[in-house]
């Protein structure tokens, strides 16, 4: 990573993604202003691996994702068809991740599902 400013918008750095961290509580959230445990504004920005699992698909396309760090963000699953994505599959921050349209980018860790079991 180099030492340029991320815009607002560039959230992924190198497949990982920017994160706040409570200096108090210690809680990790995503894109807050305030800590979500202990309303802290004392919040420091650290580099998340960006691993998740999906937990929940929903009919937008759109997936509920646990990431590594304790959190849930809504997200899409790129690279692949909606029908190959399934709940409990491994996934990670697409590299051009970017937080438009109120979610995240994701990209399968492992080939994807096929349907129906074929």
Same mark, same amino acid.
């Given at each position: 990573?180099?030492?340029? =400013? #991320? &815009?607002?918008? &560039? ?16 809680? =990790? ?7 979500? %445990?202990?309303?802290? %504004?004392? #919040?420091?920005? @650290? ?18 994702? &646990? ?23 491994? @996934?990670?921050?697409?590299? %051009? ?22």
């Amino acid at each position: 990573m180099d030492d340029r =400013t #991320l &815009d607002a918008h &560039d959230v992924s750095v190198d497949g990982g993604l920017l994160v706040q961290r409570c200096r108090w509580c210690g809680n =990790t959230a995503f894109q807050r202003l305030l800590c979500p %445990t202990c309303a802290s %504004t004392d #919040l420091d920005e @650290v580099r998340s691996d960006g691993m998740g699992v999906i937990v929940r698909l929903m009919r937008d396309d759109a997936s509920l994702v &646990d990431l590594s760090e304790g959190f849930s963000v809504r997200g899409r699953v790129v690279g692949a068809l909606p029908m190959h994505v399934r709940s409990g599959a491994r @996934v990670r921050v697409a590299r %051009t991740a970017s937080a438009d349209a109120g979610g995240l980018l994701f990209e399968l860790c492992e080939p994807p599902a096929t349907p129906y079991g074929w």
